[in-house]
Nanobody
Framework: QLQLVESGGGLVQPGGSLRLSCAAS????????IGWFRQAPGKEREGVSC???????MYSDSVKGRFTISRDSAKKTVYLQMNSLKPEDTAIYYC??????????????????WGQGTQVTVSS
C-alpha cells in the first residue's frame, strides 16, 4: 500500500528557496502521476504542480517559472523545488497520487487519503 510523506517545509524570507520532498513508503511511485497541492489559511486547496510517470510536468500559473517538480530515478521521491518564494506561497503543501496526468488545467483527481502536509511560511 503506497503512502506518501511530505517534508522540507519551513520558514523562509521572500525571494528565498525551499525544496519539498514527497517520499513513498510501502511501495515505490512506479509510473504513478504525482501532484503537489497547497492550502493557505481561509482558502481552498489548489493544485500547484504535477508530474507524469514519464517525467512530463505541469504547473499552475501562479508558480510557473519559479517552481520545478521532479522525481528520482529510484521512484521513491518526488521533489518540488521552490524558488523566488512570495508571501502568497505560504500554505500547507501536500502531495498525492493522481488518477492520471494531464498537461493543462484543471488538476486531475487524486487517489488515496491526504497526509499531514508540510508547512511553508514565506515572511520577512
Amino acid at each position: 500500500q503506497l503512502q506518501l510523506v511530505e517534508s522540507g517545509g519551513g520558514l523562509v524570507q521572500p525571494g528565498g528557496s525551499l525544496r519539498l520532498s514527497c517520499a513513498a513508503s510501502g511501495d515505490t511511485l512506479g509510473y504513478y502521476a504525482i501532484g503537489w497541492f497547497r492550502q493557505a489559511p481561509g482558502k481552498e486547496r489548489e493544485g500547484v504542480s504535477c508530474i507524469s510517470g514519464g517525467g512530463n510536468t505541469m504547473y499552475s500559473d501562479s508558480v510557473k517559472g519559479r517552481f520545478t517538480i521532479s522525481r528520482d530515478s529510484a521512484k521513491k521521491t518526488v521533489y518540488l523545488q521552490m524558488n523566488s518564494l512570495k508571501p502568497e506561497d505560504t500554505a500547507i503543501y501536500y502531495c498525492a497520487r493522481l488518477m492520471y496526468y494531464r498537461n493543462n488545467a484543471p488538476f486531475p483527481p487524486t487517489v488515496g487519503s491526504w497526509g499531514q502536509g508540510t508547512q511553508v511560511t514565506v515572511s520577512s
